[in-house]
């Protein structure tokens, strides 16, 4: 039987390296609140694109190569190894730039095309990092990229498809056309301060908060006498897709996450100690995710906890961002309580060995990856 290790992890957010600097406030684009990279981790940014001749491309590409180039320190690029990292938005940023220079002049430069395909993303990383005997895809599966990226992973390494995998989802989408999709949406924070992203708030107000970031994982496939006390496994994954009221509507019993977190839990015999929540902010994903917590947990369910009052909603990158922040739990960290009033209040357990990560997005789709620490 193979088992699927999960070697490192990394993240970068608002919150930093690794929710190094979670109390870094929100910034302002056209009077909304956004979550950018902090200022301190952005001139190690740049030094890095120049470093990698990587500059033409777009941010969401410079956000996870320069993870990606932290991850793997020059090892396994001789190893067979997927590379399968991920967007929602795409290239969002470079798009808009080049369309708006088309409007003017008619006219584009011929990189544009390259550099706004969105399997640039890994085709790059890959080229950065020089690997022999990789495959390098990509995918967009709205706000479940990341983590599907990871189900993807699951499938290759067990079927003995490669030894390696680097995976995640990047979203460096802070853009005015992006913004004006929130406000359409009608989804957008109104409220006003430092904490402006309310997961779970109590008077049930939308709180959406957009925000760049990146979160990769190297996964590995092992036997079961490799692995060793204190190595962090995938036991299961569950996936889901359901027909979705709208095109922007959601199930209000969160219908596609229950059937991804019964999937994820089949042949487990335990239930996990913390849920890392999708929840980013809205009345009706949050209230839809709860409802499906409590419908599969019905009786004491486990803790609950969503990082985005931290972080912000970073698409594609979110799911990867519970990622790095469950391996920190596993280790000893205790994530920040909420600096206001929820339905959902968290109380961190006094033991954790098992943590479930939900994803879900546009489409009716969601994941629910459980993780277990031997």
């Known amino acids: ?29 056209n009077e909304i609140p956004i979550g950018r990279i902090p200022q301190e981790l952005e001139s190690s940014i740049q030094e890095f694109i120049k470093e990698k001749s990587i500059h033409r491309s777009d941010r969401m590409v410079h956000l996870s190569a320069y993870l990606a180039n932290d991850l793997m320190h020059n090892s396994y690029a001789h190893e067979p190894i997927l590379i399968n990292i991920g967007s929602s938005r795409g290239a969002t940023e470079s798009w808009e730039r080049f369309y708006k220079d088309y409007a003017k002049t008619g006219k584009l430069r011929p990189t544009s095309s390259p550099l706004t395909t969105q399997a640039h993303i890994s085709s790059a990383i890959a080229s950065m990092l020089e690997t022999d005997y990789s495959f390098a895809i990509d995918h967009s599966l709205t706000c479940s990229t990341g983590s599907a990226a990871l189900v993807n992973a699951v499938a290759w390494l067990k079927s003995g498809m490669s030894i390696y995998a680097l995976i995640g989802g990047s979203e460096a989408s802070n853009t005015d056309f992006t913004l004006a999709q929130i406000n359409a949406l009608g989804i957008g924070s109104k409220y006003k301060g430092r904490y402006p992203c309310r997961p779970f708030n109590e008077e049930m107000e939308n709180s959406f908060v957009l925000a760049e970031g990146a979160g990769l994982a190297l996964l590995e496939s092992c036997n079961e006498q490799n692995l060793q006390v204190g190595d962090i496994i995938v036991e299961n994954i569950g996936y889901a897709q359901t027909a979705p009221p709208s095109l922007t509507g959601i199930d209000p019993e969160g219908l596609p996450l229950h059937k991804a977190m019964k999937m994820a839990l089949e042949n487990t015999g335990s239930k996990p100690d913390l849920i890392l929540a999708h929840a980013p902010g809205t009345v009706k994903g949050d209230q839809a995710e709860f409802n499906a917590i409590q419908s599969v947990f019905t009786e004491n369910p486990p803790a609950i906890y969503s990082s985005k009052w931290i972080t912000g909603h970073t698409y594609a990158a979110s799911g990867m961002l519970n990622l790095s922040l469950a391996m920190k739990i596993f280790n000893g960290f205790i994530p920040a309580d909420y600096p206001y009033e929820t339905y959902a209040p968290f109380v961190h357990p006094e033991k954790i060995s098992s943590i479930m990560i939900n994803s879900t997005g546009f489409g009716g789709n969601a994941v629910s990856i459980l993780l277990k620490k031997i």
């Open 1 to 29: 039987m193979k088992f699927i290790r999960i070697l490192k992890s990394q993240s970068i957010s608002k919150a930093g390296l690794d929710f190094s600097t979670p109390k870094n406030p929100f910034e302002s684009m």
